[in-house]
Antibody
Framework: QVQLVQSGSELKKPGASVKVSCKAS????????MNWVRQAPGLGPEWMGW????????TYAPGFTGRFVFSLDTSVSAAYLQISSLKAEDTAVYYC?????????WGQGALVTVSS | QSALTQPASVSGSPGQSITISCTGT?????????VSWYQHHPGKAPKLMIY???YRPSGVSNRFSGSKSGNTASLTISGLQAEDEADYYC??????????FGGGTKLTVL
C-alpha cells in the first residue's frame, strides 16, 4: 500500500537549518509529483510548492522562495524539504503530499519548532 | 493568493446532513473544476475525501459528496456519524498555477 513516512519532530534555534524527509513506498516514486504543505498552529494549510520527481525540477509558491529548498533522492524514493535561517514563524507541521491538483496520499507530518 | 473562505465550525446530530461551504474567486474555484476536500483528524495524516469537485476516491463513503456553483464549492456529509468529527479543508487550483487551501472547518457531531 502507498505510504509516505516523514522524519520526526525537530526543535531548532532561530537562524539554524532543518531538513525534513519524506520516504515513499508502495508505488513508483517518479510517477507522481511531490508537494510540501505547511500548517502553522491554529491556521489552515499553505501549499509551499512541488517537485517533479522525474526531473527534480522544483516549483516554489510565492512566499516560499529563498530559504526553502526541495530535493530528491530517487535511489531511496525520498523527498526532502530544507529550511534555512529559521525564524519563529516557521514553527509549523510540514507535510509531504503526493499529487498535482489534489493530494491522494499525505505523510503524517513533521513538527518543526523554532525557539530560542 | 488569499485562502479560500470556509465557516470556522459546523455541527450536526448523528444521522443528520451538513454542508460545508468553500468560497473562492473567479481565479480559482470559479474557473477550475479542481476543487478537493480533505478530512483531518488531529495528529493523523489528512485524508482525501473529494477531488475534481465531486469525485470520491475508492474507499470513501458515499455519504460524502461535493458540488460547485460559481465561486463556491460545497461538501455535504449525509447520515452523520461520530467518526466524521474532524477538521475539513477545501483546496483549489488557481490561475497562478498554484494551489490554495481554505482556513478549515471544525465539524462537531453532537
Amino acid at each position: 500500500q502507498v505510504q509516505l513516512v516523514q522524519s520526526g519532530s525537530e526543535l531548532k534555534k532561530p537562524g539554524a537549518s532543518v531538513k525534513v524527509s519524506c520516504k515513499a513506498s508502495g508505488y513508483t516514486f517518479t510517477t507522481y509529483p511531490m508537494n510540501w504543505v505547511r500548517q502553522a498552529p491554529g491556521l489552515g494549510p499553505e501549499w509551499m510548492g512541488w517537485i517533479n520527481t522525474n526531473t527534480g525540477n522544483p516549483t516554489y509558491a510565492p512566499g516560499f522562495t529563498g530559504r526553502f529548498v526541495f530535493s530528491l533522492d530517487t535511489s531511496v524514493s525520498a523527498a526532502y524539504l530544507q529550511i534555512s535561517s529559521l525564524k519563529a514563524e516557521d514553527t509549523a507541521v510540514y507535510y509531504c503530499a503526493r499529487g498535482r491538483t489534489y493530494f491522494d496520499y499525505w505523510g503524517q507530518g513533521a513538527l518543526v519548532t523554532v525557539s530560542s | 493568493q488569499s485562502a479560500l473562505t470556509q465557516p470556522a465550525s459546523v455541527s450536526g446530530s448523528p444521522g443528520q446532513s451538513i454542508t460545508i461551504s468553500c468560497t473562492g474567486t473567479s481565479s480559482d474555484v470559479g474557473d477550475y473544476n479542481y476543487v478537493s476536500w480533505y478530512q483531518h483528524h488531529p495528529g493523523k495524516a489528512p485524508k482525501l475525501m473529494i477531488y475534481d469537485v465531486s469525485y470520491r476516491p475508492s474507499g470513501v463513503s458515499n455519504r460524502f459528496s461535493g458540488s460547485k456553483s460559481g465561486n463556491t464549492a460545497s461538501l455535504t456529509i449525509s447520515g452523520l456519524q461520530a467518526e466524521d468529527e474532524a477538521d475539513y479543508y477545501c483546496s483549489s487550483y488557481t490561475s497562478s498555477i498554484t494551489l490554495v487551501f481554505g482556513g478549515g472547518t471544525k465539524l462537531t457531531v453532537l
